[in-house]
């Protein structure tokens, strides 16, 4: 059985953490203490995390990561789904993420972006939250 999971601020977030150090070789930071964190169990164990909270006036999602031995099996697909579910129902107009260079083609699958200039071998991606982003009743799906 597959299945996702988040957890508030404020929570134990120690399994969140321990597959964030698994995946990424980091610790906890600052920013756990105002983020959701997410799990992505297979069976049980958990397989994939990603965290997301607010800054500067958007939706930010990171640390967004699958076990190598896990990965190619849509754990990473789930994440992204649930991230953009959370961040919709939570009435964002956007979710911004920041990645390696060599990732962009997966978050472009979600509509992801690159916004502004990257900063050497990290981007920075928006993918505009319940339409085209656009602005205007083009796709018939804008929030105003």
């Known amino acids: ?5 988040w957890f508030a601020q404020g929570g134990d977030i120690s399994q969140p953490l321990a597959l964030r150090q698994a995946v990424f070789g980091t610790a906890a930071d600052d920013t756990d203490a105002l983020a959701q964190q997410l799990l992505v169990y297979r069976e049980g164990a958990p397989v994939g995390a990603a965290r997301m ?5 958007d939706f930010h ?9 896990e990965r ?9 789904r649930l991230l953009l579910y ?4 939570h009435g964002a107009k956007s979710l911004v993420v920041e990645c390696p260079a060599e ?7 979600y509509g992801f972006a690159a916004q502004g200039e990257s900063e050497g071998e990290t ?4 993918a505009p939250i319940g339409g085209c982003g656009a602005g205007c ?4 799906g804008c929030k105003p």
């Open 1 to 5: 059985m597959v299945e996702g999971k």
């Open 123 to 126: 981007l920075t991606l928006r």
């Open 86 to 89: 959370k961040a919709e129902t």
């Open 103 to 109: 990732l962009l083609a997966f978050f472009a699958r």
């Open 137 to 140: 009743a083009q796709c018939g």
């Open 61 to 69: 999602a990171d640390y967004i990561g699958v076990l190598p031995e």
């Open 72 to 80: 190619g099996k849509g754990f990473g697909d789930l994440l992204m």
């Open 53 to 57: 909270y607010w800054r500067d006036g």
